[in-house]
T-cell receptor, first 108, second 114 residues
């Protein structure tokens, strides 16, 4: 499993795009990048995952660099409800290793 | 609504009690997981079941006993717990246990040991 590094915290103005970076320089060729978030007192919520290509769904976009050593989760128009801890995970198999994540605070 | 339901949401028990946590998934998945999240610590994987067979027991003390009677239900039986076992216990499920299989989590049971 590749180790991931994320900033401890970030602020974002409501309505603006939130760009959350993740470094996973030891990722191997067949490992996916997953993003989850956890809002206080709830379980982690799956956001998006990808292997090589950029991905987009109704919640977010995932941009993975060409060398796959880093990625960015983009919330296009952040709302107050997006305030949460965001986790970037690169599991080799089913063994998710959650770090401390990035605490995103969306400001009104 | 994630499709994974955990009951009860909150549980307070004494160290000599026996209780069980229940997880049910309505996603048609074949793999289920138990995680523990202690205060100020990252989530830790405890157990993994795939097609009702246990495939992972992550050095968990025997006072925690999992049971997976079918692919939709997962239990965690608790007995003689310690105060340090107070935590949020999370259940998750995925289609299979492969690398391209997102896990979907329930909202957890918050357990307090007196």
């Amino acid at each position: 499993d590749a180790k991931t590094t994320q900033p401890t915290s970030m602020d974002c103005a409501e309505g603006r795009a939130a760009n959350l970076p993740c470094n996973h320089s030891t990722i191997s060729g067949n490992e996916y990048v997953y993003w989850y978030r956890q809002i206080h007192s709830q379980g982690p919520q799956y956001i998006i995952h990808g292997l090589k290509n950029n991905e987009t769904n109704e919640m977010a976009s995932l941009i993975i660099t060409e060398d796959r050593k880093s990625s960015t989760l983009i919330l296009p128009h952040a709302t107050l409800r997006d305030t949460a801890v965001y986790y970037c995970i690169v599991p080799g198999t089913y063994k998710y290793i959650f770090g401390t994540g990035t605490r995103l605070k969306v400001l009104a | 609504e994630t499709g994974v339901t955990q009951t009860p949401r909150h549980l307070v028990m004494g160290m000599t009690n026996k209780k069980s946590l229940k997880c049910e998934q309505h996603l048609g998945h074949n793999a289920m997981y138990w995680y523990k999240q202690s205060a100020k610590k990252p989530l830790e994987l405890m157990f993994v079941y795939s097609l009702e067979e246990r495939v992972e027991n992550n050095s968990v003390p025997s006072r925690f006993s999992p049971e997976c009677p079918n692919s939709s239900h997962l239990f965690l039986h608790l007995h003689t717990l310690q105060p340090e076992d107070s935590a949020l216990y999370l259940c998750a499920s995925s289609q299979l246990t492969g690398p391209n299989q997102p896990q979907h989590f329930g909202d957890g049971t918050r357990l307090s040991i007196l």
